[in-house]
């Protein structure tokens, strides 16, 4: 492998696990603020102790994601200058500005809020956990700003003043508004919630369901904390869903009008169509990337109706896409040494078939399978009820891993499917004044694939120890759940409280509630 | 001042913020296993840090979001031209992340002790990566004509990144003993304060000759005066820790980085990347710089919103002002630590 492939392999690697923390932390985040506002409100213990569970799971899960990030800005430095140095003027002020209006609010008001328990006011306490959530929200805003730029560059124009082409941007507010990033937020959003959901369900049905066969003494509250989460995660898994399709519909008729190829790839559609047909399952030959070896059962009229909103427009096809690009862009790469090896070769302008259909698959799939799992769950749940289905419940135990999967797989998708660019060219402007850049021109020059191979060798290491811990933490802290002591609420609780003046940040809190077993509870969020 | 002086202002003031905040709980974390006499001492010197770790880092990932963003071709040629170093910075920022949140989530003696150990090495290695990154940017690194690295994967690691590694990682040391006299109470404050009081020179020995380097390569006589003060800042840190003010101490440590930091990036203005092969390769500010339109766009964004972020950052801190005393560990109090 060359300085390239490495590179990308690092990139893909990173940023999939990353992207692993990513929808958790912002869907989380979000339910444990409304348990923590529910709790505000009507002071109902259990609320209070979803909201210590909860967000228990949540710091454990967001440190690692924090962690992870910092790799994300660094390395279109270390390993991708060149594109560093071309979008400059665009990229590098959206990541900035995520920086400072997003990131420092999440970092600042988390802390608050972990040491803030008892010694702020209950109410600037919850405040501080919303401006936490905010800024994950926001913060993810930019992000797909940037990344959206990336696949719909708007708002720049093609600089060559300098003597060397760059992005100069002419249009801030066109680049925050871009109608791809409105799409992919959104589509983000609601799928992080799915994630959340999940969780909150599969961990829900099997407490219940645990505590009822072992006949152990439950206290009320306890019942309730299990039931809450799974009847919240349900209806928000459910109304996620339906948010997920409707974005996702959304999101992919942009990608027919911005990214064709993209899109037709998805679908394995070799040859234009009209009307087109969705493609149901598909095989190939081993190792080919030739369309034509693609082998697909489909459905007729559906893809017309999802790229083009009727059941009769023709949607283009892979064959006739390639040839389009190859004429536009050329067959072959420039031969120039910003190429490096790739100089002079053939540009394949299809990704690699076999990624976007399937990821493509997996990522409604599971969308579909969570879906499913959490419509069970409520009506297992139904009027009190408590499933004992031993199926149902490791079921929805497992697929807590499904909504994971899908934003993996659709994440892998949206990226690998705007190879061979990095920044894909934007239709809408005439082909000479159009902004773009191949991915083999972006790699940093002059690093050695010794360095590259050191941090990619490096990182998957110590990410995959972190991984094994990560998951053990949870896993722990999951199968322990809640405490069984005093289920009174502390009526204390924010009312600070403080042992002679000096401030510990245990100085009131509700770890009082929880005297009976030391290991645990909001207390350990202080370090 | 035109936009790219007034964010290369901004980029400094960056990475100072990032070096005076982040710096001592870099520098608590390396006193672990020197002041940390036991697990209580251990579990009250990662308190004082616990709750603002986490804003100090977005420092850095703000001070390096700005290099790109306002000089691409700075961040372009920097970060390959440093690409271990850096990737080791990111290593130790990792692992001691998690460290910090992961380490109480047992209440096992050994578990606690790995994770503590875990949070030591991060941050030694943190912020020795990047003094180096910053030693090697301010006195040279070996960059060819087209702002592209010259002579392989260990071309800067040089003297001056080494100087610049032994700057941060003794004045942070420094700086975070200061911190903790002024955080806690009883036999750690009393330790925290006699290491300081006796370190203090060492401490600042690397730092004012790194930023005395930069001046005599390309100072003028402002940032001579700011040398002067810097230096003067480190007696006076001494005479103060003396008397056991650790308040005024705390502030005139602080003064001795933020005016070698002055100095630094001022002598260096307008070169924020020397080469060591020919001046005519240095990478210049405006060079370097982004287009008039994103400047202004960012100034008027980071106009309103730094104020905020300053604002809100003061107020945690003042939060969680007061001193902290050790708690015995194997009580039923032990899960509030």
Redesign the interface.
Known sequence: MDVLDIARWQFGITTVYHFLMVPLTIGLGLLVAVMHTAWVRTGRAEWLRMTRFWGRIYLINFVLGVATGLVQEFQFGLAWSAYSRFVGDVFGSVLALEALLAFFLESTFLGLWIFGWGRIGKKLHLAALWAAVLGSVVSAYFIIAANSWMQHPVGVVLDTSSGEARARQVDFLAVLTNNTALAAFSHAIVASLMVAGGLLVGVGLWHLRRRKLAGEPVTEVDHQVWRRSVRLGGYVSLAAFALVSLTGDWQGKLMYQQQPLKMSSAEALCETEAPASFSLFAFSKLGSNECDDVHSYTIPYVLSFLAHGDFSSAVPGVNQLQEEYAATYGTTYPDDPSFGDRAGQEIDYTPVLAVTYWGFRLMIGMGMLSAGVAAYALWATRRGRVPTSRIGVYGALLAVGAPFLGNAAGWIFTEMGRQPFVVYPNPDVPVADQVYFFTAQAVSPGITAGEVWTSLISLALVYGVLAVVEVGLIARFVRRGVTDGDTTPTPGIGGGRRKDGNDGPDGAGPDDTDSSDTTDDVLQFAY | MDLTTVWFVAVAVLWTGFLLLEGFDFGVAALLPVLGRDRADR?LM??TI??????N??W???A???V???F??W???????M??P??VV??G???R??A????????DERWDAAWTRVITIGSLVAAGGIGAALGATTLGLPI?P?G???G??FAGWSWPALLGAVAVLAYSTLHGAIFLALKT?GGLRVRARAFAARWVGPAAVPLLAWAGLVQLRSGGPITGALWVVAAGAAVVTWTRLRVGREGQAFAAWATVLLASAATVFAAAFPVVLPSTIDPAFDVLAAQAS??D??LT??TW??GF??PV?LG??AW?YW??R????A?PVHS??????
Do not use: C, N
């Open positions: 579990q990662l308190r616990g709750p603002v770790w986490d804003g880092e977005v850095l990932v703000t390096v979001g700005a790109f963003a306002a691409p071709g961040y372009a040629t920097w970060l390959p031209a690409y271990l850096f990737v990111l290593l920022l990792i692992v992340a998690v910090f949140e992961w380490r109480h989530s047992s209440h060819g087209d592209v690295r010259v392989g994967a109470d982004v287009s339109y994103t766009v960012m964004v980071a919103g730094l972020v809100y950052q945690t939060v969680f007061r001193r902290l005393v708690e039923p109090e032990e899960a509030h630590a």
